[in-house]
DNA sequence: TCTGGGGTCCTAGGGCGA
DNA sequence: TCTGTCGCCCTAGGACCC
């Protein structure tokens, strides 16, 4: 038996943790730069706000409806999530933590225990000790496991917010209800490709012959079927280190000018690095995007990238920067308006595990010159040693006009209690 | 004016050595 | 020495997830 444990509209709900006169109220939260809805309450669904909505064409709703909106705050989701992991880590077996707010749990051998009373028992520890509302699904497999949390978070008067499909008459029921697009592993390419042929629910999914299934949608659609019949396919997995390690921002405007991109590019490959740093990697290769602007149809549209094999493992700040402006100069083309660019590291090996090679001319300056930036950054605070490549006056930062205080990880941001 | 960021996995097809 | 086949590796692109 499997359970899947997902925080019910998270980052919504973290907000309405330290700020519980908004209980009941409509609550959004934006992504970086302020760009669009990643997260809303209840109230504000009910308001036909969508998902991925852009703020800026939403604006006069938000107003009207005295929606209460949020930058996004991922310190404090960050640590909200931990807390709510470390506790369901206590109360499984097995786990697999899935994304900042989900987890898989392990309950082998379970079969002979009250399982649905053990899920509210789960859901009430965490409620407790966070205050965040979640919802818990049962099944044998993980998919069926998605299907159950879903049932329990669209019927919570009904379930209590958990739900058990431990029949075949309620995975069927279940099948039956569910619309192919809402499968976890079917977005919407697949979804729409389906319906075109008449599949409109999962059960209409799984009577699809296997042979069909294998061809249209690969061994991957394959699984999920078998999955949905009640067969594992899918098991827990294990914590693993990254295999890629991204910045990409979209910028404040659009760039035409080299010098201005090069900055920027300059400064993702130093977030990078010190990522790769952090988790005790280096990286064999390393890609640099640029792109223009999709939204603006009337102007010229240019997007490429391009891979970079390194000379030898590194996760110097330095040589990340060499190579990405070295891309950037490759790829870079005059007269577009560029909106958007990253800097995407690969191949990653461990710190220890480093190949050397005869003819590297690798700098043995750059290892202890990163120990001692990366010393003073920790002491004295973030980004605090540039590079001569960044621009020093530089006071770029992200739009973030509706940030709420990191609450749990600064101590001058702690929540106060007026009495 | 203003539309996010960070990941994984699979497949097809070409290059290339045995 | 030439040619065909097989299988591995790599990359780009497409699909998905949160």
């Not at 789960?122 to 049962?138: D, H, L, M, N």
């Not at 396919?233 to 090069?262: G, N, Q, V, W």
């Amino acid at each position: 038996m499997y359970a899947l444990v997902d925080c019910n509209n998270f980052f919504a709900s973290c907000e309405r943790v330290f700020r519980p006169d908004l209980n009941g109220k409509p609550v959004v939260v934006l992504s970086n730069n302020d760009g669009c809805v990643i997260a809303r309450s209840n109230e504000a669904k009910a308001l036909g706000i969508p998902m991925g909505a852009p703020a800026f064409k939403y604006r006069n709703l938000f107003e009207k409806n005295q929606v209460n909106v949020f930058s996004t705050n991922f310190v404090l989701y960050g640590d909200m999530s931990m807390r709510i992991m470390s506790l369901l880590t206590e109360m499984a077996p097995e786990i697999e933590v899935y994304s900042i707010d989900e987890a898989f749990l392990g309950f082998k051998g379970f079969e002979l225990f009250d399982i649905e009373k053990y899920g509210k028992k789960i859901e009430q520890k965490v409620y407790k000790a966070t205050g965040i509302p979640i919802s818990v699904g049962f099944a044998p497999t993980k998919t069926l496991a998605k299907v159950a949390n879903r049932i329990a978070k669209k019927f919570p008067k009904q379930t209590q917010n958990v739900y058990v499909i431990d029949t075949d008459k309620k995975r069927k029921k279940a099948l039956n209800w569910l619309r192919i697009g809402d499968i976890w592993g079917i977005g919407r390419r697949f979804s729409k490709r389906l319906e075109a042929k008449k599949v409109f629910t999962a059960r209409d999914f799984v009577d699809l012959s296997d042979a069909f299934v294998r061809s249209e949608m690969s061994v991957v659609g394959l699984r999920l079927k078998k999955e949905l019949e009640g067969e594992e396919t899918m098991t827990l997995e294990k914590y693993s280190p990254k295999k890629t390690i991204a910045t990409t921002r979209s910028f404040e405007t659009m760039y035409t000018d080299f010098e201005d991109i090069k900055e920027r590019v300059a400064t993702f490959a130093i977030t990078c690095a010190e990522k790769l740093r952090k988790q005790q990697t280096h990286c064999n290769s390393i890609t640099v995007f640029v792109h223009s602007n999709d939204f603006r149809k009337n102007l010229p549209q240019y997007s490429r990238n391009i891979l970079i094999k390194t000379e030898y493992p590194t996760h110097s700040s330095a040589d990340l920067i060499r190579y990405a402006v070295l891309g950037l100069k490759t790829i870079f083309k005059q007269g577009y308006h560029y909106k958007k660019a990253g800097v995407i590291v690969g191949d990653l090996t461990r710190e220890n595990e480093k190949q050397l090679s005869l003819f590297s001319r690798e700098n043995p300056k750059h290892q202890p010159l990163m120990q001692q930036i990366d010393a003073i950054n920790q002491s004295i605070g973030q980004n605090k040693v540039k590079f001569a490549c960044q621009d020093l006056g530089r006071t770029w930062k992200m739009k973030q006009e509706k940030l709420s205080p990191r609450y749990t990880t600064q101590l001058a941001e702690i929540i106060e209690i007026k009495t």
